[in-house]
């Protein structure tokens, strides 16, 4: 267990580290627009997005992807000012726009599997237990990820139904600090 359980807290600790705050960014945009009744479309979401970094995180391990940091660390803040530039325009929740949020997320979550890449491949260096560190990584990043999700979920609920903001301008407001937060990152990592 000890192997399992390290690379299982690196993975939570990686996704909640303040440092790495693009990530955080990236799974607030993505689930802002949600209440705590909402959780099994956030589940999803959330899901959707672990299996697009967990794919590219393992394709990277494996040497089988391999695109310049710089350029990764470019796209990162890009997603985020899509996902959040969506909340701002967003203005219904049929079925449609639903599964096209969830393919987006998925894709995006290629991306920041990129991003996680370096990271862990630097920590396993020619390990031999590679597929269950890299098992026990995701899941740590999984719980980190729903961790954000349960505190974004709860301070939404604090601001709209105990304080009685709308849920639209609640969502704005956030949705345009975390734009404006990304658009600053993405100017600061141009790849040329």
Not at 130 to 155: D, H, K, S, W
Not at 183 to 191: D, N, T
């Amino acid at each position: 267990m000890g192997d399992f359980g390290f690379y299982l807290r690196e993975g939570f600790y990686h996704i909640t580290d303040w440092k790495g705050y693009d990530h955080i960014l990236f799974v607030m945009a993505l689930c802002l627009p949600y209440f705590l009744k909402d959780w099994k479309q956030v589940l999803i979401l959330i899901t959707a997005f672990t299996i697009g970094h967990s794919l590219t995180l393992a394709l990277s391990i494996f040497n089988k992807i391999l695109i310049p940091s710089t350029w990764i660390e470019f796209l990162i803040p890009i997603t985020i000012i899509i996902t959040a530039l969506e909340n701002l325009f967003r203005n219904n929740n049929q079925p449609k726009h639903v599964r096209l949020r969830y393919a987006a997320a998925m894709l995006f979550g290629l991306i920041h599997g990129l991003g996680f890449s370096n990271y862990l491949r630097s920590m396993m260096g020619k390990s031999e237990n590679i597929i269950t560190q890299l098992l026990a990584f995701n899941i740590g990043l999984e719980l980190g990820q729903l961790l954000i999700v349960l505190v974004v979920l709860m301070v939404s609920f604090i601001f709209v139904r105990l304080l009685n903001i709308k849920q639209r301008e609640w969502s704005l407001f956030i949705s345009g600090g975390i734009f404006g937060i990304s658009f600053i990152m993405a100017l600061e990592r141009l790849p040329f």
